[in-house]
């Protein structure tokens, strides 16, 4: 295994189910039974070992996101617990980072300034502060852009300073909601190469969404298959490729068989959501 720190569970979902309400007037067909509810997850359960990076691929509407989610505090399981150091989420916690697929940067704030946000909410010295927010422009390659604005950095540069930005607090656990996805092929390629590159000179535990298997299987030492809605694990996969991963191990046939395996497990899912969805619409009166 390739996992950093000790492998000890540093979170734990146990049977965690998860459903929302409807507005007011909508209601949802699952399997036969009309209901104003909709429920995304159903007896969820998920062990993640410290220091690795874990991939959940799933059909859209599996549940991924929610579950990213729950970890991170932002949300409730409506049964269930989600464990977090042996510890219930209850609520964010400072021991984990987030970043989601827009990349909800400050458009007031410099790369730099944003960059420093989740140090200064935790009282971090100016100079301190500035420092480490460097540490990271030059990692990303943005030393030369410390001071512009969002609007004046690319898609693929705002991606790096939000991931920089959630790096800069040290989180134990760095939750990545299909980060890459809007980004074209090439940049996409790129962040892949630096986020993997720096994760593996941390002891930072990752949990990476994407609905790209080549992504998955480059990334991951697990890959976790997550059902149709309602969300279960249906199989975790271990990627047997070599760390630290090259750039030209995507061509090799042990990628090809890792993929082969993801896909798969992940096949079967997707037509059923496909199914699901020209059958379960949800109905508004």
């Known amino acids: 295994m ?3 720190g000790t492998e000890m569970d540093i979170i ?3 049977n965690v189910h998860k459903k929302f309400k409807l507005k007011q007037g ?3 067909n699952n399997n036969g039974i009309i209901s104003d509810e909709i429920e995304v997850l159903s ?5 993640i070992k410290k220091g690795e990076f874990l991939v959940l691929v799933g059909p859209s509407g599996s549940g991924k996101s929610v579950f990213l989610d729950l970890v991170g505090g932002l949300s409730a399981p409506t049964s269930g617990v989600v464990y977090l150091d042996d510890k219930p989420v209850e609520a964010p916690s400072a021991k984990t980072g987030y970043v989601f697929q827009q990349y909800a940067l400050f458009p007031w704030r410099s790369a730099l300034s944003n960059i420093e946000f989740g140090l200064e909410s935790r009282g971090v010295v100016k100079e301190e502060r500035v420092k480490i927010a460097r540490e990271l422009l030059s990692l990303f390659g943005l030393s030369d852009f410390e001071d512009r604005f969002p609007y004046q950095l690319s898609g693929g540069m705002q991606q790096r300073v939000a991931i920089a930005r959630a790096l800069a607090t040290k989180p134990e656990v760095l939750l990545m909601d299909e980060p890459f996805a809007a980004l074209d092929a090439q940049t996409r390629e790129i962040l892949q190469n630096e986020l993997i590159k720096i994760w593996e000179g941390t002891d930072t535990t990752v949990i990476f969404v994407t609905h790209s298997i080549d ?5 991951a030492d697990r890959v976790a298959v997550v059902t149709a809605r309602p969300g ?8 047997d490729l070599p760390r630290p991963r090259k750039v030209d191990i995507r061509s090799s046939p042990e990628f090809a068989a890792n993929r082969h395996k993801v896909w798969g497990a992940l096949k079967a899912e997707v037509n059923k959501a496909q199914q699901d ?3 379960a619409p949800v109905f508004s009166e």
Not at 215 to 219: C, G, P, R, S, Y
């Open 2 to 4: 390739h996992y950093k």
């Open 277 to 279: 969805w020209k059958l």
């Open 215 to 219: 992504e998955a299987v480059f990334l």
């Open 232 to 239: 279960r694990i249906k199989d975790i996969i271990e990627i």
């Open 26 to 28: 909508q209601q949802v």
């Open 43 to 47: 007896g969820f359960g998920l062990k």
């Open 12 to 14: 734990v979902a146990e």
